[in-house]
C-alpha cells in the first residue's frame, strides 16, 4: 500500500488526456499534476533544453512526495527518459511504449505516427516500435502547428480542421491502417481526425495504454492507494491560468483549483 500522489506532467494542457484516463481506470488514485505552459510549446524545443526543463518539473514533483512519475508527454519521454529513470528512484511510465505495443498488435499494413518535431526527430518511437516487436512499415509526420492550436482552446475551429488535414492526408497517402496521436495534446483533436480519415484508420490514443502499464506496476509493486477517502487532486502550473482554466474545462466540464509555480528562476 502507498497513499501517496502519482506525479504526472506534461509542457501543458496535453498531460490533462492522461489524466483523464487515469481517473477512469484508476478512481481511488490521487495525482499531482505539473503542466509548464509558461514554456510550452516543448516540442519545438531542442532535446537537451527538454531535459533541463524536465528535471526541474521532476525535482518540483519529488518534493511534492510523489510515489511515482507519469511522463504523460511523447516529447518528454522522446528527450529525457533514460535521464528520468537515472535520477529519481521511483516507477516511471511513459506514453510512448504502450503506444507502440497496440500498433503493432493492431496494424496489418502500416502506422502513422502524428507528433511534435521533438517527437519526430529523435527517432523513439521507431526505436521502441521495433523493440516491442512492430515489423510494419511506420510514417511519421511532426506536425508544428497542432500544439499552439490546442493550448490557445482552438478546438473545433476551421484552422484546426485544415491543419488537421494538412498532416493527415499526407500519412494517409502511405496507406497506413493506424495511427498513433503521438503528442497527448492530440486528442483534443481527436474529432477533427475522425473528419478526415472517415473510419479509414485504428486511432491511438496513447493514455489507455499508458494507465493500463501504471496500474499493472502498482499492483505489481504493492503500490495502490487504499484510503477510502476520496482522492484530492493538485495541479499547478508554470503560466497563466486562464487558458489552461478553458482548455480543462472542455475536458472535465468543471474548473480546477489550479497553483501557479515557477519553475528554474
Ligand atoms: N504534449 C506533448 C507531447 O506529448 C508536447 C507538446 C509540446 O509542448 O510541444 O509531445
Not at 482548455?247 to 519553475?263: E, N, Q, R
Request: charged share 20%; net charge negative; aromatic share 10%.
Amino acid at each position: 500500500m502507498d497513499n501517496r500522489p502519482i506525479g504526472v506532467f506534461d509542457s501543458g494542457v496535453g498531460g490533462l488526456t492522461v489524466a483523464k484516463e487515469i481517473f477512469a481506470q484508476l478512481p481511488n488514485e490521487e495525482i499531482t499534476y505539473f503542466g509548464d505552459t509558461f514554456r510550452a510549446p516543448y516540442g519545438s524545443r531542442d532535446l537537451s533544453e527538454i531535459t533541463v526543463f524536465t528535471m526541474q518539473i521532476c525535482e518540483f514533483l519529488e518534493s511534492q512526495n510523489v510515489k511515482a512519475l507519469v511522463i504523460a508527454c511523447n516529447s518528454i519521454v522522446a528527450a529525457s527518459y533514460d535521464e528520468i529513470v537515472k535520477n529519481f528512484k521511483m516507477p516511471v511510465i511513459g506514453v510512448i511504449e504502450p503506444a507502440c505495443q497496440e500498433a503493432a498488435k493492431y496494424s496489418k499494413s502500416a502506422v502513422g505516427l502524428m507528433a511534435t518535431a521533438a517527437t519526430v526527430n529523435s527517432g523513439a518511437y521507431e526505436r521502441l516500435f521495433e523493440k516491442v516487436g512492430g515489423k510494419q512499415a511506420f510514417h511519421s509526420i511532426p506536425c508544428p502547428s497542432l500544439v499552439p492550436i490546442i493550448e490557445d482552446g482552438k478546438m473545433g475551429s476551421e484552422e484546426a480542421l485544415n491543419e488537421v488535414r494538412k498532416y493527415a492526408n499526407e500519412l494517409l497517402t502511405h496507406n497506413i491502417d493506424t495511427l498513433i496521436l503521438g503528442c497527448t495534446h492530440y486528442p483534443f483533436l481527436r474529432p477533427e481526425v475522425e473528419t478526415v480519415t472517415e473510419g479509414k484508420v485504428y486511432i491511438i490514443d496513447p493514455a489507455q495504454g499508458t494507465t493500463r502499464t501504471l496500474a499493472q506496476t502498482l499492483a505489481m509493486l504493492n503500490m495502490e492507494r487504499k484510503e477510502t477517502s476520496p482522492p484530492e487532486h493538485k495541479f499547478f502550473i508554470s503560466g497563466d491560468r486562464t487558458k489552461f482554466d478553458f482548455v480543462y474545462k472542455t475536458l472535465f466540464s468543471t474548473t480546477p483549483d489550479i497553483m501557479i509555480h515557477k519553475l528554474g528562476e
